[in-house]
């Protein structure tokens, strides 16, 4: 993996999980696997304000894009383009195939 342009990744990260239409649960569900994960995604961003973000924490971050695609019954074309587009924007030359 190579350096993360983290304000592009993370702009696109979030982007990604506000325009990603809902198709699952709502409630307990919805904070578990929508709410939670976008929040620590936000936390880590000021956390790494500044500096650019190891390989361990942009796996993290593509981890929890996954299970907000995941809670949301995103439907895998989707979820495909929606982390292309993350990787792309963030710089990123190697990422681990994620699991559809």
């Not at 990744?9 to 649960?25: D, E, M, Q, S, Y």
């Not at 796996?59 to 894009?65: C, I, S, Y």
């Amino acid at each position: 993996m190579s350096e993360v342009n983290s304000s592009a990744f993370f702009g696109a990260v979030l982007k990604g999980i506000a325009c990603t239409r809902n198709n699952g649960p709502d409630g307990e569900d919805y904070e578990r696997g929508v709410i939670e994960p976008a929040r620590r995604i936000r936390e880590l961003e000021k956390e790494a304000s500044g500096r650019e973000l190891t390989s361990a924490e942009a796996e993290r971050v593509l981890g929890w894009l996954e299970t907000v695609l995941d809670t949301k019954r995103t439907p895998a074309e989707e979820r495909e383009h929606h982390i292309r587009h993350v990787c792309e924007a963030g710089g990123l030359t190697v990422v681990a195939r994620v699991s559809v």
